[in-house]
């Protein structure tokens, strides 16, 4: 077998093999672009990093046909380093702005990098057909409607029975990269004052229409030349997420000093949002614990404090017994609001996952609802739009809870009326898809 060769070959290749290697772990379901080492290439390429991997993720199940399409023959599974290859290449003749040449010659070189010289000239050939035959093969895999919604299967039925009218619009909006939002630290300034600053700095944006402290960028860039970020002035955070403190504002303005729970925190951009916007008491918990270091990375970035807990919330082992005014659930879930963030969700999730993840909403709801006060309000979150995890959830919840009542507002101008919830759709240059249902604790 050839050896690897040493990264001396042009960032051209060096990027493209770096991209199949981040990629590998996603198409052998070992792991996700979590794990992806931007830094593993010059400072230079580190957004063509990304962009390689996250699109390709994006539009994976139609890349997977056309590479079906080009292959006589699919490569062994030790060689998904080189699918991950051809997969780039595909993405590049596509979908992006490169040179078709340079999109076949240095994603065709990169084998060499890999240490698979011989796949040098099946990549080239592969890629070099798709630039003959892009709209005859296209049209080939684009019979399959799903592979043309770039979606699996089992997803876009799901999406196709919950939301008959908007599955469409879903399945567009998470093909597409998601805007970067900031919200502004009231603590420091208004948004107005800091979009101010921001065209100061030669960066554009626009005043969110739904969250209260939220900008969006009209191109992303770095976090560290936003103004201010060292400093606390701003965080990066989506406009849906933003919402939680609006949803409990009514809760916690009036009472300063109430005590409040964040059940699952991490990576803590909600806990920071409600420590800027009221004078609380906040206990913030999360069972992983390198997670919950970000937490606290964020907290003392912004200069706020919380006691944070690292424990399970579906149990109470954690609990001092004192009564929490209010808890806010941001419940594990599938993900599926999020997906264009997240693309790797079209690849690694499972329909069997929506059950797992269904029933631990449950275990988390019924585990800390008794942590509330009579009187207490818990906000129910979600990143999904799958019912199953979202309106079902708090039906039931609610149907075997005598003592909660639903207080999510109506005359709201976000999202959709969802039972006794309110659910948000991913928008192509707007927010997240999320779901929120808020519930009143009352009294005997």
């Given at each position: ?139 080939i895999v684009d019979r399959n409607a799903n592979v043309a919604l770039e979606h699996p299967d089992w997803l876009l039925e799901a999406l196709r029975q919950a939301w008959p009218e908007q599955w469409q619009a879903i399945a567009n909006a998470n093909n597409q990269s998601g805007p970067m939002t900031l919200r502004v630290n ?259």
């Amino acid at each position: 077998m050839n050896q690897p060769r040493s990264p001396k070959e042009g960032s051209g290749q060096e990027v493209r093999a770096a991209a199949a290697r981040g990629l590998v772990p996603v198409l052998t379901d070992q792991g996700s672009l979590a794990g992806l080492d931007e830094h593993s290439v010059i400072a230079r390429d580190r957004s063509l990093l990304k962009e390689l991997c996250y699109g390709t993720c994006r539009r994976l199940p139609r890349l997977e046909a056309l590479a079906g399409q080009l292959l006589k023959q699919p490569f062994k599974k030790r060689d998904s380093d080189i699918q991950a290859l051809l997969l780039v290449g595909i993405y590049q003749l596509l979908y992006m702005r490169i040179p078709a040449h340079a999109a076949v010659g240095e994603t065709a070189g990169a084998a060499r990098l890999l240490g698979k010289a011989w796949a040098t000239r099946v990549l080239n050939g592969c890629l070099r057909r798709l630039q003959r035959e892009s709209a005859e093969l296209q049209a080939i895999v684009d019979r399959n409607a799903n592979v043309a919604l770039e979606h699996p299967d089992w997803l876009l039925e799901a999406l196709r029975q919950a939301w008959p009218e908007q599955w469409q619009a879903i399945a567009n909006a998470n093909n597409q990269s998601g805007p970067m939002t900031l919200r502004v630290n009231q603590r420091h300034q208004d948004r107005e004052t800091y979009l101010s600053l921001l065209d100061s700095h030669g960066l554009a944006g626009q005043l969110c229409v739904h969250a209260p402290d939220g900008i969006t960028l009209d191109q992303p860039c770095d976090v560290t030349t936003l103004p201010g970020f060292e400093k606390g002035l701003v965080s990066v955070q989506d406009e849906a997420a933003q919402l939680s403190a609006a949803l409990l504002g009514p809760v916690l303005a009036p009472r300063p000093g109430a005590r409040v729970l964040d059940a699952c925190c991490a990576p803590g951009g909600k806990t920071a949002h409600l420590l800027e916007q009221f004078d609380i008491t906040l206990t913030a918990v999360d069972s992983d614990n390198l997670r919950l270091a970000r937490v606290d990375d964020t907290l003392h970035r912004l200069g706020l404090t919380a006691e944070l807990q690292h424990a399970d919330a579906t149990q109470r082992d954690w609990w001092n017994g004192t009564p929490f005014d209010a808890i806010l659930l941001d419940a594990p879930c599938s993900g599926t609001g999020v997906i264009r963030r997240h693309p790797d969700i079209k690849k690694l999730r499972r329909p069997d996952d929506i059950r797992k993840l269904a029933a631990l909403q449950r275990q988390l709801m019924d585990n800390l609802w008794p942590l509330l006060r009579p009187g207490g309000t818990l906000l129910y979150a979600t990143c999904s739009v799958l019912p199953e995890e979202n309106v079902d959830q708090v039906e039931a919840f609610l149907a075997r809870t005598p003592d909660a009542k639903a207080t999510t507002p109506g005359d709201v101008a976000w999202g959709v009326s969802s039972g006794s919830g309110r659910q948000l759709f991913p928008e192509d240059g707007g927010h997240d898809g999320f779901f929120y249902a808020r519930l009143e604790k009352q009294a005997a």
